[in-house]
């Protein structure tokens, strides 16, 4: 054991000090620390890992799976269309890859990254002990809940920038096409993409917003991801339901698909406003209530 | 890839029967050049529009009320800093008069009050349930309390004040990241306080754990005993001035133990203090200089150790005969026998000198197989637990 005492600081110097030397309220937690805290986590890893790797198991499956001798998926709609055109270029195939994520993998990958964040740290014991730096609360959350968007909003480009790259590689570089609009030139076709990402991106704001609330509501992480997923697809439930009439207007999920309206000549941009106001909102909710119970409740954990 | 492909069909069809008589032939020709006719879409006027706005108000609404609430927060905290009370500026920690009560009516801490100077090592002690995580963890501004207030060196404690920097704490047990080293969990730990990487201490620290090379192993791979060492190292990063460590020995073996005790005592010197919570009685005496000793949410006792642990008036006596015993030493003037098992008896001198008490039942024939001395702090646990066995704070 060292000897403390000969070592030690002088602690009288300044004993009105408000705080330690050195600490900022507005300096604790920074982002790059969170991040770090985050990064070293097996799940991010992995979760970003897949995101590289599903265009590729994709590509394979392409490429095991033959000419087109089954015509199994040309059920009709906007969605076999995709399919069928999925190997006609790096953009389609892009879109293809974005197309089968959004359903349910990017709302699990949402809701895993938001939800995860505050309640691991609460299973794990250590929110207590941040908490005691002191961080202060509003800070802790903010700063999670920027660095858990920052990760969800990782991984969606991850995949898109991947497939784009899989697929340019592999089918080559044309314009974008659809079986409901005029071929997009490829310069377009990028912007189109750009633009489906951050729809996605905007729509998946609700998910996170839901897991992130119940991160802060329970201590265990699981509960918080897996129950922002289930409400999400209860949602989805709900909205093909078509005797609920225009109550299915206000559901989060109703404008889900809404990005399929950029690939339409001209674009139609009405559902992706609505959406993006409905998604919004919802987002804002489910976090202000986090921030209004978190700054307010007692940590048990 | 898609080629478009215009077709023109040309076509006949019998108009009732008004066909010349005669077989004809007709050909068909382009006449220079087939033009196709083009029209310039016009959008219709749609109500598409109106949502973009109303999307744009939306966010602009969400970002003004952000900042606003940024301003009122920022003006509040500066407000809250400045609240110091001058006449406790250089007393660590005091405590006065702190109730936690719960929604379901379960009262946690009835009051409590006490202080801890510099130089101190304050034992908080009482049995399970008495009351003592609960007002540690008012004390790391995780609860807040029903009533009553705590100043730490002169500032009010509220959750999240920032007077809570001056303060290391181990609470309810460990918590890190199970998926890092302890080496990593402390740099973890002090990356999130923002302060300077220097004023850590890392290697004092690192010795106070004692976890040798076991210190670059993932902490899920920890005993119990481990965790436990690092996380008083954790709560020692930056030397703190008020140490508040809650049943630091738990899983750690005697000589760690023994090895913590020293630290301890060797923390509070210079200046800096010490309040640690323990159900040991043996634990509290050895370790502290002052104690305060809680039940059922209240405080019992409080004062430097010397003064609680000292002897008591009473003594414990195991007789041959108790019944003959109890009478031969009712006579001798004592305030209470009291008996305490099979064949002990608790005697409450008042005054009278031991070796005239055992030298009469040995004179009157009653066999004497032990004479113990017995301490206030044991005689204040008995008064108040009672003698129910469970010796517990349960309530």
């Given at each position: 054991m060292s000897d403390l005492a000969s070592k030690s600081v002088t602690p009288g110097r300044d004993a009105s000090a408000s705080a330690a030397t050195g600490y900022r309220p507005s300096r604790t937690l920074p982002i790059v620390a969170e991040i770090r805290r985050q990064a070293s986590r097996r799940r991010t890893q992995l979760a970003l890992g897949f995101m590289v790797l599903l265009p590729l198991i994709i590509l394979v499956a392409f490429e095991f799976g033959g000419g087109n001798g089954d015509d199994d998926s040309n059920g009709g709609g906007a969605f076999s269309s995709l399919v069928d055109l999925a190997t006609s270029g790096g953009l389609n195939f892009a879109l293809f890859c974005l197309a089968v994520s959004a359903g349910f993998l990017l709302v699990v990958v949402f809701a895993l990254f938001a939800g995860d964040t505050v309640a691991s740290e609460a299973s794990w014991g250590s929110l207590r002990y941040l908490l005691a730096i002191p961080v202060p609360r509003a800070r802790l959350l903010a700063v999670k809940l920027v660095v858990a968007l920052g990760y969800a909003f990782l991984a969606l480009f991850l995949l898109a920038g991947t497939g784009l790259l899989v697929g340019t590689l592999r089918y080559g570089w044309h314009p974008l096409g659809s079986t409901i609009a005029a071929q997009i030139p490829p310069g377009q076709g990028v912007l189109r993409l750009l633009g489906i990402l951050a729809y996605l991106a905007v729509i998946l704001l609700v998910v996170a917003g839901l897991a992130f609330l119940l991160s802060v509501l329970t201590d265990a992480a699981l509960g918080a991801v897996g129950g922002a997923v289930l409400l999400w697809i209860l949602s989805s439930i709900l909205d093909q339901?078509?005797?609920?009439g225009s109550i299915?207007?206000?559901?989060?999920?109703?404008?889900?698909?809404?990005?399929?309206?950029?690939?339409?000549t001209p674009v139609q941009t009405e559902d992706l406003a609505k959406g993006a106001i409905s998604a919004i909102i919802y987002a804002v909710i489910f976090w202000g209530v986090a921030f209004f119970r978190f700054t307010r409740k007692d940590i048990t954990s | 890839m898609y080629k478009r492909q215009l077709q023109i069909v040309v076509a006949t069809s019998?108009?009732?029967?008004?066909?010349?008589?005669a077989p004809a032939t007709y050909t068909v020709a382009i006449d220079g050049q087939l033009t196709l006719p083009t029209l310039v879409g016009t959008p219709i006027a749609?109500?598409?529009a109106i949502y973009w706005y109303v999307l744009g108000a939306l966010l602009a609404v969400v970002l003004l009320g952000l900042a606003v609430l940024l301003l009122v927060r920022r003006a509040r905290r500066r407000r809250r800093v400045t609240a110091v009370n001058a006449e406790l500026a250089e007393t660590p920690l005091v405590v006065t008069g702190l109730r936690k009560a719960y929604k379901d009516g379960f009262v946690a801490v009835e009051e409590i009050g006490f202080t801890v100077e510099r130089g101190q090592v304050v034992g908080l002690l009482g049995p399970n349930g008495a009351g003592k995580t609960t007002t540690l963890r008012v004390l790391m501004g995780l609860t807040t309390p029903t009533a009553g207030e705590i100043h730490v060196f002169g500032h009010r404690l509220v959750?999240?004040?920032?007077?809570?920097?001056?303060v290391g704490a181990l609470v309810e047990g460990p918590g890190f990241l199970p998926h890092l080293t302890g080496h990593q969990n402390l740099e973890a730990y002090w990356r999130a306080t923002g302060r300077p990487w220097e004023d850590a201490r890392f290697d004092e620290a690192l010795e106070i754990a004692g976890l040798g090379s076991s210190v670059h192993r993932r902490t899920k791979n920890y005993s119990h005993g481990m965790r436990q060492r690092l996380a008083i190292a954790q709560a020692m990063l930056g030397l703190p001035e008020l140490l508040v460590l809650d049943e630091p020995t738990d899983g750690l073996d005697p000589p760690q133990i023994a090895e913590m005790r020293r630290v301890l005592q060797r923390y509070a010197t210079d200046g800096r203090a010490v309040l640690v919570s323990s159900h040991l009685l043996a634990e509290v005496e050895q370790t502290c200089t002052h104690a305060v000793v809680v039940n059922k949410g209240r405080i019992v006792a409080s004062g430097p150790v010397g003064d609680i642990v000292g002897e008591s008036p009473s003594v414990t006596i195991d007789v041959t005969d108790v019944p003959a015993a109890t009478e031969i030493l009712t006579g001798l003037g004592v305030r209470s026998v009291t008996p305490d098992g099979a064949t002990g008896l608790i005697v409450?001198?008042?005054?009278?000198p031991r070796a005239e008490l055992v030298a009469s039942l040995v004179r009157a024939g009653v066999g004497v197989d032990r004479v113990v001395p017995r301490r206030r702090l044991e005689d204040a646990f008995l008064a108040l637990v009672g003698d129910n066995s469970r010796g517990s704070g349960d309530r």
């Open positions: 339901i078509t005797a609920l299915r207007n206000a559901l989060p999920t109703h404008y889900s698909d809404a990005w399929m309206g950029l690939l339409s | 019998d108009q009732a029967f008004l066909t010349p008589a749609s109500p598409a959750p999240g004040a920032q007077i809570l920097s001056r409450d001198m008042n005054g009278t």
